[in-house]
């Protein structure tokens, strides 16, 4: 059974530049949520998806933006981006809306903003 | 609002010795809780979970937390370390049914002695 997947694993882009992450959840999870991790501020929860809804948002600006298609593939998006928003990026599904099963986290998005 | 604190940023055990990483939670009602582990460059691996129930809980690899309610704190416990164990170790908590993700602890880094 494949694990999540996110693509690409690494990614450099310059400020006010935009970019979009990609997440493959495993097969049957609906429910796919975003996560930022910094050395500074840690783990921090982005958005969350089920069933193409999103459910809900942390405490991030509106370039922070994420979709999930009928399929439960998720995107996330950054636009104009800022040095600050260099960090790992991981994605997470569950099986279920209640996530009482955990969640299942892929390896990650490495973003670097230069 | 809810939190979680690992008061342990770092923690050395010599291999073979036992473990008990700490973790005290803020939360209006019982949580959901869990502990993740993450090695260098990779995503997060569940380690085990707690929702209700028996309040010592057994997860992969020879982990076991204890959820003690008096206290608000759920730490994590193996008896024997091995050097494979080193990793930075999240504790996490999640309303149950909220859509508002999952809120990390800062991590701690365990650091194994040969």
């Known amino acids: 059974k494949a694990g999540v997947t996110q693509t690409p694993r690494y990614l450099i882009k310059t400020r006010g530049q935009q970019v979009t992450l990609s997440c493959s959840p495993i097969?049957?999870?609906?429910?796919v949520s975003w996560y930022q991790q910094t050395p500074g501020q840690g783990l921090q929860f982005l958005f969350e998806y089920f069933s193409e809804t999103q459910r809900n948002k942390g405490n991030f600006p509106g370039r922070f933006s994420g979709r999930q298609f009928s399929n439960s593939r998720s995107e996330m998006n950054v636009s104009t981006l800022e040095l600050g928003d260099s960090a790992l990026y991981l994605c997470?599904?569950?099986?279920?809306?209640?996530?009482?099963?955990?969640?299942?986290f892929g390896s990650g998005t490495r973003l670097t903003v230069v | 609002a809810q939190s979680v604190t690992q008061p342990d940023i770092h923690i050395t055990v010599s291999e073979g010795a036992s473990l008990e990483l700490r973790c005290n939670y803020s939360?209006?009602?019982?949580?959901?809780l869990f502990w993740y582990v993450q090695s260098p460059g990779q995503g997060l691996q569940l380690l085990l979970k707690?929702?209700?129930?028996?309040?010592l809980v057994q997860g992969i690899k020879g982990f076991e937390a204890e959820f003690k309610r008096s206290q608000s704190s759920f730490n994590l416990r193996k008896p024997s370390v091995h050097w494979s164990d080193a990793a930075e170790y999240f504790c996490?908590?999640?309303?149950?049914?909220?859509?508002?993700?999952?809120?990390f602890g800062k991590g701690t880094h365990l650091i194994i002695q040969p």
């Open positions: 707690y929702f209700s129930g028996d309040t």
């Open positions: 939360y209006g009602a019982t949580p959901y």
């Open positions: 097969s049957g999870h609906r429910s």
């Open positions: 997470a599904s569950s099986l279920e809306a209640t996530r009482i099963n955990g969640y299942t």
């Open positions: 996490a908590l999640n309303s149950g049914g909220g859509a508002d993700g999952l809120t």
